[in-house]
């Protein structure tokens, strides 16, 4: 993975400011609503990790056999579901147009594999916490200007930072962010 690089920490006035720069998403546009999450994640993106982290050491101080347990079954799931989806046509279709049906059908796999072991508390409260606070805070974060242009001017390196890894991997293509990039400079130059 060489020349991966972290995105910079924004300050936590931008990360969670008042309540006047949250607001709900326009359920009725999903394309509008995935791009504010897509863009919110690649722009925040340092900051999800160390919120992720910070929930992960917290349970896996409490439990660490069973985080890394739950941590490597999930590892192992997405990888196979990645792969699959890399072979098979029918499940490139489905990852390509429902990316978040995706990610909890891989989710509810490592659930019912993590039951088996009987690390279900685990699962809830170390790996889909903190996804499900990243995936509300993206949802509802509204983006600024300066969140546009950095997208703007990160959209050429989408796959050199982790966060654009992943969305590559689930079918969040650089062309999608490219939409956005054109529609945002349209509206700059107005």
């Known amino acids: 993975m060489s020349g991966v690089e972290l995105a910079p920490h924004r300050a936590w006035d931008d990360f969670f400011p008042g309540s006047d720069r949250f607001g709900k998403p326009d359920f009725n546009d999903l394309a509008k609503w995935n791009n504010r999450v897509v863009s919110n994640l690649l722009y925040y993106q340092t900051n999800y990790l160390e919120l992720a982290l910070g929930v992960f050491c917290i349970v896996g101080f409490m ?19 990645v792969w699959a989806s890399d072979n098979k046509a029918v499940i490139q279709r489905f990852k390509t147009k429902a990316p978040s049906a995706f990610v909890v059908i891989i989710l509810l796999a490592s659930y019912c594999v993590l039951s088996l072991f009987g690390g279900v ?5 170390g790996i889909s916490l903190p996804l499900l606070l990243i995936f509300i805070h993206a949802s509802l974060r509204l983006r600024n200007i300066q969140n546009k242009v950095e997208n703007r001017l990160e959209g050429i390196g989408l796959k050199k930072t982790p966060m654009g890894i992943v969305l ?22 107005d």
Do not use: W, Y
């Open 63 to 81: 439990r660490p056999t069973e985080m890394v347990l739950g941590c490597a079954v999930v590892t192992v799931l997405f990888v196979a579901a």
């Open 121 to 125: 508390m685990v699962f809830l409260l």
């Open 168 to 189: 590559d991997a689930l079918g969040q293509h650089e062309a999608k962010i490219n939409k956005i990039a054109d529609f945002v400079t349209s509206k700059i130059k």
